[in-house]
């Protein structure tokens, strides 16, 4: 089992969890992104998820082999959240199944690092103030200057 | 969706004009204020199109900070468009 979904409907990691269970695995990690309440010395009211699904579909799919192919994972899966999200609210489940202990905590390691740099999935923090901000795009310089 | 985006053409300075699906997510979204739009353009690459479409409506993200797809493909900036391409443009990821 190596798969990624978007769900627009509150994460169960519980229920994710058991579908890495296996009788040969001995080792399950798993890792949840929470919606914190704060972000640079800001205080964040919620955040809001945007993806693009056929995309996020393409890269979380190669992610996810890239991991197979550099960690003896035997099950292996990933679900984003979408929407608009309170403090609190889990944003991502990230999980790897193994053998041992050690290959599962490096597979969630490389897993969760490589999504959140390459999955196509946009989060906008709408601050207390009730200002809000695209992350990684708020400072962008205009093109042409710089 | 937003289908009320208009078609709308691009004066190119040669070249035969060819007509695209350009999809906006998250910021470029909210700049261009639709999320999709055909158009029919000169441009002959995505980098061509992105700097088109910054002109008219004021994009504030650089390319260099972007990926860009293709056809769900992720491709190079300088491949060669062709006609009925389906273009996202795909500002820096921020997921998790």
């Not at chain 1, 608009?84 to 889990?90: F, I, R």
């Not at chain 1, 906008?124 to 695209?134: L, R």
């Not at chain 2, 078609?7 to 997510?25: P, R």
Request: proline share 5%.
């Amino acid at each position: 089992m190596f798969r990624f979904e978007i769900s627009d409907r509150p994460l169960e990691p519980a229920a994710l969890e058991a579908r890495l269970h296996r009788p040969d695995v001995g080792g399950i990690v798993s890792f949840v992104g929470r919606v914190r309440n704060h972000h640079q010395g800001r205080a964040v009211r919620e955040l809001t998820y945007e993806c693009h699904r056929v995309l996020a579909q393409v890269e979380a799919q190669r992610i996810l082999f890239d991991a197979a192919g550099r960690f003896p994972v035997l099950a292996a899966g990933c679900v984003h959240r979408i929407g608009t999200l309170p403090v609190g609210e889990a944003a991502i489940w990230v999980g790897a199944a193994a053998a041992h202990r050690a290959e599962a905590f490096q597979a969630c390691s490389f897993l969760i690092e490589e999504l959140k740099a390459w999955l196509p999935v946009w989060k906008k923090e709408t601050y207390v103030d009730g200002t809000s901000a695209w992350i990684n795009c708020a400072a962008c310089a205009p093109v042409g200057t710089g | 969706m937003d289908l009320s985006a208009d078609k709308q053409t691009v004066d190119g300075a040669d070249g035969a004009l060819i007509e695209v699906c350009v999809e906006y997510v998250a910021v470029l979204k909210e700049q261009r204020g639709a999320d999709e739009e055909t158009l029919c353009t000169a441009a002959a690459t995505p980098a061509e199109l992105y700097a088109e479409l910054t002109a008219r409506h004021g994009f504030t993200l650089r390319p260099e900070r972007m990926r860009v797809a293709v056809n769900a493909c992720f491709v190079p900036w300088h491949v060669s468009l062709r006609p009925n391409d389906r273009v996202v443009f795909v500002p820096p990821v921020s997921g998790g």
